[in-house]
DNA sequence: CCAAGGACGCTACG
DNA sequence: CGTAGCGTCC
């Protein structure tokens, strides 16, 4: 661990120095290779012989904001009056906080570049929690603080006993962990930034109680639809207030601060529509619980095999260049193989190929209502011609390529390691997202690539190429999965309480799609074929999702017209399950919204549109949004009682590094494994009852559990039925 | 002439 | 259905 650590510092070190770094073409990459550019980092530690730089761009709102008379400086203080801040700090009523960054921005200002250096905290006190008569200004008994956040390494700090830097981590956590009202913009991601300046002396545990309220997810919560992206865009739409132009020195101090105002007002605001809608428990129970468990995920760093990577990206581009050729040949001329509208017009236009199979209905593009090019165009031209059969080989290998080699590359830089960025308030179905990469996006199954063999070579080499193989856990730890087996089809039959559905899943093993696919073709189980089973699954969720024949004839390989015989015959198998839909559509006509299991909420302001299609797609969006939105309580609830339980006890270690929506990967002590893999097992199914929100499933939830040594190589694990609790 | 940005197409995941 | 992200074209 130590060993690493210090490798990773000094290679950041040495790639300042060196100017032989690609630059980055990606602007989301984590660290410039240019400091003159991006400035130099705070964070990680490393490296502060460019002191001298640092104080050029980001001392000017420093200085502004600590020469205020208002705001105290935690740094200046000695060790005595440090003790009676902490104290105010207990005694405050309510804590308003923004980071104030290194280009002088903070988190109220609109539109900040991703992961930007921090270079400090600023808290508004408040003794009471009145929101003060003039809407902007400070109370008589408020006060405020500026905290650095700036990590000093250890060999620099001061040998005074306690250090300072450990003054302002305790002042930190009696900020962000005290009993009081905090309020922030964006809280996770100050919490990781916390998590990261104090890397070594702060354990990521000591944030799990932390319960910090946000706008921005109180009023995603509100209206997930709403696009309202800045905290300006919020203080509009929910609070009348004088307009505000920028400013600079001064003046942008005083602006900060009735932003902070502002923020404890819009807060409160907030959080009354929350109670007066019935969202109220949602929020405070789930939604600022995921806000630790998030920032805990992102500030963990995740392993990754750089050189194999490379070794990767290289051994693809030989490959496309040699599809490319194939397909320049095929087509009889050369055109740009990555462009759809060029191959249109070779498939379409040059080799007329849509003229020799019009028996088959080919699919249209969505917005111009021309031929598509896409996957299932291509399937049903290739035994016309082999172009289409290279393009298909083509796409495959260059979406690897571009989106998860060179695309986890450049989120690597001049690391060995990646952290994803986790949103909280993306995904109108309650569901988190992620960036940068995207964790959730990584290929399940490995691509076989055929290497032609140009020395002598008669033997083809066949390698395979896995994406998720390059996820290493540390030495000495190992990956741990836990999958939610099937469960919006557990949560469709609960929804819709269909007793065969029911049956299903409450009668004891057997597979699940296989019991389905005997139930609705009228066969014995042992008669069900894979390719029936396969069947089975996508009708499910092309039901679930509202998917029309179009896309499932797509998907299936057949006509729309066996497709919509399939989906046909599955709603007549299940009628309830047709029922819970019709349901489902007329409430939300009636009442304009509809509710997830736990209460989230999505208004449908389309769902009485005169427009048909309008309006159909508001159905869909009804029906799917309860089934995936529901799913996304129990994952998510899931996520924060296995924090929780990890953060308060003294032996457990492990740690969450990602989320596949139905599916959490843990990175695990070898030794820890069986003992942490029964405890999430049964976590998890436990929460088929969660009582405080009324949740109680008709059916058992089922978990399965596996573990690997990379995320590409993960083998089922078996787990006593019980366990003991320690 | 170029650059930046939006519309569009395609495709990973669930 | 709905995320992210890569790529062209205008």
New binding site residues.
């Given amino acids: 661990m130590k060993a690493e650590e210090h490798c990773n510092e000094s290679a950041e070190k040495t790639s300042k120095q060196t100017a032989f770094c690609k630059p980055c073409k990606?602007q989301?990459a984590k660290c410039g290779t240019d400091p003159a550019k991006n400035g130099p980092k705070s964070f990680h530690g490393g490296a502060n012989t460019s002191e001298a730089l640092t104080q050029s761009q980001d001392g000017c709102l420093t200085a502004s904001l600590t020469s205020e008379p208002r705001v105290k400086d935690f740094g200046q203080l000695n060790p005595d009056e440090k003790m009676k801040m902490l104290e105010t700090t207990r005694q405050a009523k309510v804590l308003v906080l923004t980071m104030v960054y290194r280009d002088g921005t903070t988190q109220l200002d609109p539109e900040q570049k991703l992961t930007l250096p921090v270079c400090g905290l600023l808290v508004l006190m408040k003794s009471d929690l009145s929101c003060g008569t003039p809407e902007d200004s400070l109370g008589p008994n408020d006060s405020l603080v500026y905290l650095k956040l700036e990590h000093t390494p250890a060999w620099a700090q001061q040998q005074t006993h306690p250090s300072p830097e450990l003054f302002t981590r305790d002042m930190l956590l009696q900020v962000l962990t005290g009993s009081q009202l905090v309020v922030c913009y964006k809280a996770k991601d100050l919490l990781r930034s916390v998590l990261q300046v104090y890397r070594r002396e702060l354990n990521w545990k000591r944030v799990a109680g932390c319960h910090i309220q946000d706008p921005q997810v109180s009023a995603w919560l509100l209206d997930?639809t709403d696009p309202s992206s800045c905290f300006q865009d919020l203080l509009n739409k929910h609070c009348r207030r004088p307009h505000t132009t920028p400013a600079l020195g001064a003046q942008k101090v005083s602006q900060i601060i009735s932003g902070l105002c502002w923020l404890y007002r819009l807060n409160m605001k907030l959080c009354s529509q929350l109670q007066s809608q019935g969202l109220w428990k949602l929020y405070s129970d789930m939604e600022l619980n995921m806000i630790p468990v998030l920032a805990a995920m992102e500030s963990h760093r995740i392993h990754v095999d750089k050189e194999a990577l490379k070794k990767t990206s290289d051994l693809l581009g030989t490959k496309m260049k040699q599809l490319e050729k194939e397909a320049h040949q095929a087509a009889g001329q050369i055109f740009?193989v990555?462009?759809?509208?060029?191959l249109?017009t070779v498939l379409f236009e040059k080799l007329r190929l849509h003229e020799r199979c019009e028996n088959k209905k080919l699919p249209k593009?969505?917005?111009?209502q021309?031929q598509?090019?896409?996957?299932?165009?291509?399937l049903l031209l290739q035994d016309l011609h082999p172009l289409p059969k290279i393009i298909?080989e083509y796409?495959?290998v260059?979406?690897i390529k571009?989106?998860f080699v060179?695309?986890i590359l450049?989120c690597m830089m001049c690391k060995n390691y990646i952290s994803s960025t986790w949103?909280q308030t993306?995904?109108?179905?309650g569901?988190i997202?992620?960036?940068?990469?995207?964790f959730?996006?990584?290929?399940?199954?490995p691509l076989q690539i055929t290497k032609k063999q140009y020395v002598q070579g008669k033997e083809e080499e066949v390698v395979t190429v896995h994406p998720r193989a390059m996820f290493i856990p540390h030495e000495g730890w190992t990956f741990l999965a836990a999958d939610f087996c099937q469960v919006e089809l557990r949560l469709l039959a609960h929804l819709s309480s269909d007793p065969e559905l029911l049956r299903i899943f409450t009668s004891p093993q057997a597979d699940v799609f296989t019991m389905l696919a005997s139930q609705w073709k009228g066969v014995r189980e042992d008669e069900v074929t894979s390719e029936d089973r396969e069947h089975a699954k996508r009708i499910v969720y092309s039901v679930v999702?509202?998917?029309g024949r179009e896309?499932l004839s797509g998907i299936l390989g057949v006509s729309t017209e066996q497709a919509r015989l399939f989906q046909d015959s599955f709603l007549q198998t299940y009628r309830d399950v047709q029922a819970f839909i019709q349901r489902t559509i007329q409430q939300s006509h009636k009442q304009g919204y509809v509710l997830s299991i736990m209460g989230r909420r999505r208004n449908l302001p389309n769902i009485n549109s005169p427009d048909w299609s309008i309006r159909m797609?508001a159905e869909?969006?009804a029906v799917?949004?309860v089934v995936?939105g529901s799913a996304a309580d129990l994952c998510k609830m899931a996520m924060i009682r296995i924090f929780n339980l990890v953060s308060s006890s003294s032996s457990l270690s492990a740690r969450l590094i990602a989320q596949?929506?139905?599916?959490l990967l843990y990175e695990v002590e070898d030794s820890h494994l069986e003992q942490f893999a029964a405890l999430v097992k049964s976590t998890m199914e436990s929460l088929q009852r969660i009582d405080h929100l009324g949740v109680h499933l008709k059916v058992p939830l089922k978990v399965a559990v596996s573990s690997g040594k990379s995320w590409g190589s993960m083998s089922e694990l078996n787990i006593p039925l019980t366990f003991p609790s320690p």
């Fill in positions: 990606r989301w997930p740009l990555t462009s759809s509208t060029q249109r593009t969505i917005n111009k021309q598509s090019t896409s996957e299932a165009a291509l298909l796409r495959q260059h979406k571009s989106t060179d695309g450049s949103h993306s995904a109108v179905t569901r997202s992620a960036k940068h990469p995207n959730q996006a990584l290929p399940r199954q999702y509202g998917a896309r797609q869909r969006q799917n949004f995936q596949l929506h139905d599916e």
